[in-house]
């Protein structure tokens, strides 16, 4: 009877708790928590009527206004899909529709093309620095990328192949480049050596570490999950592989107060750094990578490096084939800067203006692959290039091209020879040996 009655109870909850319907191709649940619909994406937008109530009646409209506003247009724009409607991000919309109307658009005369081939690159650095000041991810430029690539190609085969200058050899050598750009991209947005602290493989910090911690990274750790009222830190682990390094065993207090991160909790190994971005630390981080949507790290500086010089031979070998074709007897680069006749129809006007856009990525992309080379040559990062300037600690060669710290550099071929191993040694080495 006991076990009768003790299982009552049970029962009763479980048919009290409410069973959740499924999700049509075109609902899903808001930001609000409440289901909702895809074509009522435009009802209930009270900052949106507010906003262009202002607009119409010429008043300013309030940043907290612009950004509630974005936030229900990011939340409502969705794709049907099994099981619920998928968020689409929206910063992956812009590049789809304005890359092609202005490069049309330049295709038009000689002077917009210089207006808008010049505001492209502008507009490009003021979205970037606008984002990297509010430390938000985003996909447009791993968006304007990929598409670039497809409209390039989109724009190659409709306007320059027909012209019967190139060849089934030419285009297949071209499109083995667009396919083996993709691959090395997809490579380089792989992990880039994020550091994870789980629990079952940590080991406790010593004694004299544990003291030096609490007394003087108090300050430091305070307020963050995980902490006590009093900032302690008696209940921080390490990864096992980090408890083997000199530096943290036999090095001083100071060292591992630095090298201690308090969001992700954990002591980072040398060369690593917590990117704010991402929100994670990352072994030997170079850079965050806007390009790719990621960090540039140990486990995916070489697939980065290969996707650049891919890409650089590939982009100029098309530039090369369609110059050929639309600009004829004459080299490459006067082609490119005079070509009688180029905009007397649209169709060599837009094959020119997307060999213009064409060089002008290229040569953005050919100037961090040079600085690439010169960090390599001198196993250096670009994290640590730029400590070194703000502490005014690295030496300076070649007009500032390049800064060497001096703290990891082994000569030009061991250099080069260390970061061919990159992600292919077991993690938990020395910090000495990692490079």
């Known amino acids: 009877m006991t076990q009768k009655g003790s299982m009552k109870p049970v029962k009763k909850n479980k048919a009290e708790e409410p069973e959740l319907e499924p999700l049509c191709c075109c ?47 990011s939340d409502r724009l969705r794709i049907p899909w099994l099981r619920g409607a998928k968020k689409v991000n929206i910063s992956i919309i812009p590049p789809l529709i304005l890359l092609p109307v202005f490069l049309r658009v330049a295709s038009w005369h000689f002077v917009l093309g210089v207006v808008v081939l010049t505001s492209l690159p502008v507009l490009a650095l003021w979205y970037y620095y606008l984002t990297h000041r509010r430390k938000e991810q985003t996909l447009f430029f791993l968006s304007l990328g990929l598409f670039s690539l497809g409209y390039m190609y989109y724009v190659f085969l409709q306007e320059v192949v027909p012209r019967g200058r190139v060849g089934p050899t030419q285009l297949a050598l071209l499109t083995c480049g667009l396919f083996l750009i993709l691959f090395a991209l997809y490579r380089a947005k792989k992990n880039p050596g994020y550091l994870r602290n789980p629990a079952g493989n940590d080991r406790s910090l010593g004694s004299g570490q544990m003291e030096c911690l609490n007394r003087k990274g108090q300050e430091k750790t305070k307020g963050f999950p995980g902490t006590d009222t009093s900032g302690s830190l008696n209940s921080r682990t390490l990864k096992d592989g980090l408890t083997g390094s000199s530096r943290m065993l036999a090095g001083s207090p100071t060292k591992v107060k630095e090298d201690w991160c308090a969001k992700c909790q954990l002591v980072r190994p040398a060369r690593a750094w917590h990117c704010r971005i991402c929100g994670m630390c990352v072994r030997r981080m170079d850079h965050h990578c806007v390009w790719i949507n990621s960090c540039v790290g140990e486990s995916n500086h070489r697939a980065f490096v290969l996707a650049l010089s891919i890409f650089l031979l590939t982009s100029v070998y098309g530039i090369t084939l369609t110059l050929d074709t639309i600009c004829r007897d004459r080299s490459v680069f006067t082609a490119l800067f005079y070509c009688p006749g180029v905009y007397a129809n649209y169709s060599s006007a837009l094959s020119f203006t997307c060999v213009w856009y064409s060089v002008i990525i290229t040569a953005g992309m050919a100037y961090i692959f040079l600085i690439q080379l010169i960090n390599i040559s001198y196993n250096v990062t670009e994290r640590e290039v730029q400590q070194a300037l703000r502490q005014k600690t690295g030496r300076r060669l070649l007009c500032g091209l390049v800064v060497d710290p001096g703290q990891y550099n082994r000569g030009f071929l061991r250099n080069w020879h260390l970061f061919s191993t990159l992600g292919t040694r077991p993690f938990h080495h020395p910090a000495e040996d990692i490079v």
């Open 27 to 73: 609902e899903y649940i808001d930001r609000n928590g409440e289901k909702n619909h895809v074509a009522a994406c435009l009802c209930d937008c009270q900052d949106l009527d507010e906003g262009c109530d202002r607009w119409i009646t010429c008043k300013s409209v309030q940043p907290e206004t612009c950004e509630r506003i974005m936030e229900t247009l």
